[in-house]
């Protein structure tokens, strides 16, 4: 029963990545290279990131909420310099967020899934962590494609570029952002969870308007 809730579990936190690759045309134009390059570059990132704290600590969140743009300069350096196949912007940030999500679970949800979700009592915990990780894909390939129209669309109209970075700061605090409710209003985890699942959607749905408006062709 303990290792049955270990693979359920595990399906939930990393199933959707392995789903999300084959269902889209990623797989078609290999872009697996692409997606470990990024994974590569979060690890890199990850190193000079502030550790947690158990209590909530106002200049320590408002340091890690600095350092959390330390994604966003990774995610620019995932776009703009890593050599990539001959695939389109779509393709490009579409994978290079997928690799980015992929390896943040891998770091900070495999180690805790692999010894908590295999004791002697259930728990729901980790399937919770298993949906926070869900959205935290959508957040990811969101900030990726935010990124992709900062950086890489230059004819993009200027009336959304105020609203492509502010979505993007949005995205990039996030972390921060769940931190502060969950140690500083103490919202217990289930309903940190919802509201994580609640904005990635609203900003998935976000990103893919400003991503369409700024793919039509300007009159």
């Known amino acids: 029963m303990t290792m049955f809730h270990f693979f359920n579990c595990a399906i ?8 999300y690759y084959s269902a889209t045309p990623l797989s078609e134009y290999d872009t697996l290279g692409t997606s470990v ?3 590569l570059v979060y690890l890199g990132t990850a190193l000079v990131k502030v550790s947690e704290n158990d209590g909530f600590d106002p200049y320590q969140e408002l ?12 995610l620019y350096f995932a776009l703009t310099q890593l050599t990539h196949r001959n695939i389109s ?5 579409q994978a290079v967020g997928l690799g980015w999500a992929f390896a943040d679970s891998v770091l900070h949800r495999l180690a805790p899934l692999w010894v908590g979700a295999r004791g002697l009592e259930f728990t729901w915990d980790f399937i919770l962590q298993g949906l926070e990780a869900n959205a935290n894909l959508v957040l990811s390939i969101s900030l990726a494609a935010l990124g992709s129209l900062m950086w890489l669309r230059k004819n993009k109209p200027k009336t959304l570029i105020p609203i492509i970075y502010a979505c993007a700061g949005i995205v990039a605090t996030m972390p921060s952002i769940t931190s502060y409710l969950r140690r500083g209003l103490g919202w217990h985890f289930p309903k940190v969870v919802g509201f994580e699942l609640f904005t990635s959607l609203s900003m998935a749905f976000i990103s893919w308007q400003l991503f369409s408006a700024c793919q039509r062709p300007s009159s």
């Not at 939930?12 to 789903?19: R, V």
């Not at 912007?89 to 940030?93: A, D, E, S, W």
């Open 89 to 93: 912007q779509n393709h490009k940030f």
């Open 12 to 19: 939930l936190t990393f199933g959707p990545h392995a789903i």
């Open 37 to 39: 390059k990024a994974a």
């Open 63 to 74: 340091l890690k909420a600095v350092i959390g743009f330390i994604d966003v300069a990774g």
